[in-house]
């Protein structure tokens, strides 16, 4: 399932912004998740999502800011950002589970599809 990010965009502390993640087949079976990857620092998980949106798992520095949706008619994931900080600024990447999907899992190597990455930049 080939996947492309859009919607990265230079904004100011405080606001939000929207980015999405559009497969080019149907995704509706794959367990999604975002990642993102600060300046110089490692790809850190940020949301996963499962195929019927049951399960939803933040990590602890985005929960109550992010929300990670989907809309398998479209097979598009997006993820809300509100209230972004400057230590939001990464590159976003979706990725779709491919390996040890049954449970959560936010190990990387699980995830076999990955997008090319959109830039978002929080200014202060």
């Known amino acids: 399932a080939p996947l492309r990010e859009s919607g990265g965009r230079l904004v100011q502390t405080g606001d939000s912004l929207k980015i999405s993640c559009k497969a080019s087949?149907?995704?509706?079976?794959?367990?999604m998740a975002w990642f993102r990857q600060p300046p110089g620092k490692e790809r850190e998980f940020v949301a996963y999502?499962?195929?019927?949106?049951?399960?939803?798992v933040y990590s602890d520095s985005v929960k109550g800011r992010f929300t990670i949706s989907r809309d398998n008619g479209k097979d598009t994931l997006y993820l809300q950002m509100d209230s972004l900080k400057p230590e939001d600024t990464a590159v976003y990447f979706c990725?779709?589970?491919?390996?040890?999907?049954?449970?959560?899992?936010?190990?990387?190597?699980?995830?076999?599809?990955w997008g090319q990455g959109t830039q978002v930049t929080v200014s202060t």
């Open positions: 990725a779709a589970c491919t390996r040890s999907c049954q449970d959560f899992t936010k190990e990387q190597s699980n995830y076999g599809y």
């Open positions: 999502i499962d195929a019927l949106e049951h399960l939803i």
């Open positions: 087949s149907p995704f509706h079976n794959y367990v």
